[in-house]
């Protein structure tokens, strides 16, 4: 009997990539707020209409009078500084291959407007189901995040496999609730927004990787 019955995906530098950048972090930069949790709490928990509307709320949120100037000029520094987000080659072909035999999920802190890249229809297809942080107001490593897609996806936290690119966040926390957990270290010739440091001992740099554990273990 097979092992692992779904796949789940961390987003942002396992899929996907800004090369070299990310809004968050140049506006955490801008604010001088030492804690980036305070943006990501606020800015990728709930869905915005509009830029305007996100930076207003991070404004109030902070204390700091909403008026016109400051709002303007927030609202220009997060349309520059914003990074257009693009697939790793590796991942349609992979994905394609792994749909005919596992389910397949995708989770992200992220905030709404990243989620807009080119090759967005044919990959949001490819998944199951989705939990991204502005939808369903948690954070990884929150746990009901994990939990919720296991419910989505109809499995049990043993049936499945997590992969991401962050030891605490993606893979720690899953293993937390049950799941299996592989953490993926991309080697690129571009500079990521953010790389890993921590170090597991089911590693993988891309997802043809992916196979060989699957062979062995699905």
């Known amino acids: ?7 789940v995906f961390d987003l942002w530098n396992t899929l996907a990539h800004t090369e070299g950048g990310n809004t968050i972090r ?33 404004l109030n949120h902070l204390k700091i009078k909403p008026d016109q100037i400051t709002v303007k000029k927030l609202v220009e520094f997060w349309n520059d500084s914003r990074f257009e987000p ?37 990959f949001f297809n490819l998944f199951d189901a989705k939990c991204f942080s502005f939808d369903t107001g948690f954070l990884k490593p929150d746990p009901r995040v994990f ?21 605490s966040d993606d893979v720690l926390a899953a293993k937390k609730i049950g799941m299996k957990a592989i953490l ?7 500079p990521l927004s953010w790389r890993e440091k921590g170090t ?11 196979r060989n554990y699957l062979r062995k273990n699905g």
């Open 26 to 58: 140049e506006l955490r930069n801008e604010l001088k707020i030492k804690n980036i949790r305070v943006l990501e709490e606020t800015l990728m928990t709930q869905k915005f209409n509009s830029v305007e509307e996100a930076v207003i709320n991070l």
């Open 147 to 167: 939990e919720l897609i296991t419910k989505k996806l109809e499995v049990k936290p043993s049936e499945v496999l997590m992969i991401g690119d962050n030891l």
């Open 200 to 210: 597991y001992k089911k590693t993988i740099k891309d997802l043809y990787e992916l």
């Open 86 to 122: 693009h697939l790793f080659e590796d991942v349609i072909p992979i994905l394609e291959e792994l749909k005919k035999g596992y389910k397949l999920g995708l989770i992200s802190n992220t905030d709404c407007f990243l989620v807009t890249f080119p090759e967005k229809e044919d």
């Open 184 to 190: 993926i270290k991309r080697e690129c010739d571009y």
């Open 1 to 7: 009997m097979r092992m692992i019955k779904a796949i």
